[in-house]
């Protein structure tokens, strides 16, 4: 029994100062990928307007599209850990409030930052969702309804990383969407809302955060109406609570003709056991 225990506490030696050998190797190449720059990333022209309804529509986009998710209700941020292996990760304050960033950015400046997840000095904005196929009109409603929000006053800690999160997209556990995105693609025109594929092809971008397209397979046995009231209430057909990622008011905001064009869309994937 003494000699098992005494290899096995070897063996793990051995494994634990490998883990941290590699950690060591690997930390500064995270590091470097999280301090990317993008100096010269070409921005569009989008139209920005200014009209009570854009404003409107531009919230109804903030929340559908996870804004609110990470930034919070007012926009004004909040701290999304401070753990010792994490690290302190603020979101930052889109208000123009003294701790924000809603005073000193152009429209270029917000484009630039929602669709190709680059800040305005050129570095790479690290967990920003990928908004690139966001259209035209959406982007320009949701940035009319950012430079109007109220201005909240806060005083979060700078970004400090743990010995965890560099080392994530050196192992492919997270990279940031700036890397993996073409910047200079040519945009698709704006998709027609309605109840349609189309358009529920084009909503799937909200979901692609946690789900793949695999999600269909999982509502083979579901009906259009299960789907609304579950996305809606946070309850599945069973009577069982939905995961509350799906039940939070991102997609409780979205409204019918939205839920029905998601819903399309992925009745429209094969089965599972029909992909290959």
């Known amino acids: 029994m003494k000699k098992i225990l005494k290899w096995t506490a070897i063996v793990l030696g051995g494994l634990i100062g490998l883990a941290l050998l590699t950690g060591l190797v690997l930390y500064p190449s995270g590091?470097?990928?999280?301090?990317?720059?993008?100096?010269?990333?070409?921005?569009?022209?989008?139209?920005?307007?200014?009209?009570?309804?854009?404003?409107?529509?531009?919230?109804?986009?903030?929340?559908?599209?996870?804004?609110?998710?990470?930034?919070?209700?007012?926009?004004?941020?909040?701290?999304?850990?401070?753990?010792?292996?994490?690290?302190?990760?603020?979101?930052?304050?889109?208000?123009?409030?003294?701790?924000?960033?809603?005073?000193?950015?152009?429209?270029?400046?917000?484009?630039?930052?929602?669709?190709?997840?680059?800040?305005?000095?050129?570095?790479?904005?690290?967990?920003?969702?990928?908004?690139?196929?966001?259209?035209?009109?959406?982007?320009?409603?949701?940035?009319?309804?950012l430079k109007q929000i109220p201005q909240v006053n806060t005083n979060y800690p700078a970004m400090q990383y743990g010995p965890i999160v560099p080392l994530a997209p050196v192992v492919g556990i997270y990279t940031p969407a700036a890397e993996l995105m073409d910047h200079s693609a040519t945009r698709s025109a704006d998709p027609a809302p309605g109840a349609t594929l189309g358009y529920g092809k084009y909503l799937f971008a909200i979901c692609t955060e946690c789900h793949s397209a695999t999600l269909a397979g999982k509502l083979e046995n579901w009906r259009q109406e299960d789907f609304v009231r579950a996305l809606r209430t946070g309850v599945l057909p069973n009577g069982k609570p939905i995961n509350p990622a799906m039940s939070s008011k991102t997609f409780s905001e979205m409204n019918d003709t939205e839920l029905i064009a998601l819903w399309l869309y992925l009745q429209s994937l094969p089965p599972l056991n029909s992909r290959k």
């Open 31 to 145: 590091k470097e990928k999280l301090s990317r720059s993008y100096p010269n990333i070409p921005v569009e022209k989008v139209n920005i307007p200014n009209d009570s309804a854009a404003v409107s529509d531009g919230r109804h986009i903030a929340i559908i599209w996870g804004c609110t998710k990470c930034h919070g209700e007012a926009l004004s941020g909040m701290l999304l850990t401070d753990d010792p292996l994490l690290g302190t990760i603020p979101a930052t304050n889109l208000t123009s409030g003294n701790g924000g960033i809603g005073g000193s950015y152009a429209d270029v400046d917000w484009i630039r930052a929602i669709r190709h997840g680059v800040k305005p000095d050129g570095r790479v904005e690290i967990f920003m969702n990928d908004y690139s196929t966001m259209s035209d009109q959406n982007l320009g409603d949701l940035i009319a309804y």
